[in-house]
């Protein structure tokens, strides 16, 4: 059972910057690869962008493609979402998610193939 916290959320403005962390607990945190997910009030939960687990690929959702960056640290059990020019629109919940990665290469997309949940941190951009 893999265990997420994240955090590093808060109230920003429109152009600031912010960087999510989430921890995990699982000592093999190498062996997963790892999402982030948003939630706004109203909307579905949407792929932000995700990272295989030896971090050699990702992906984005196209809404913050060029201005979010994905990292992972694997000798700290961390992964990162890097978020600059941050606009109004990206005001919603962030969730990381992790899932066992047989295949090293794979930066999955799709939030059913994700086993494993953090609790969220909020993400607020004022205009």
């Known amino acids: 059972q893999v265990q997420l916290v994240e955090s590093g959320g808060g109230l920003v403005q429109a152009g600031d910057s912010l960087r999510l962390s989430c921890a995990a607990s699982?000592?093999?945190?190498?062996?997963?690869?790892m999402g982030w997910f948003r939630q706004a009030p109203g909307k579905e939960r949407e792929i932000v962008a995700a990272?295989?687990?030896?971090?050699?690929?990702?992906n984005y959702a196209g809404s913050v493609k060029g201005r979010f960056t994905i990292s992972r640290d694997n000798a700290k059990n961390t992964v990162y979402l890097q978020m600059n020019s941050l606009k109004p629109e990206d005001t919603a919940v962030y969730y990381c998610?992790?899932?066992?990665?047989?295949?090293?290469?794979?930066?999955?997309?799709?939030?059913?193939?994700?086993?494993?949940w953090g609790q969220g941190t909020q993400v607020t951009v004022s205009s």
């Open positions: 990272i295989s687990l030896n971090g050699g690929n990702t």
């Open positions: 699982e000592r093999t945190f190498s062996s997963y690869a």
């Open positions: 998610a992790a899932v066992p990665s047989p295949s090293g290469s794979v930066a999955y997309i799709r939030r059913t193939e994700y086993h494993y």
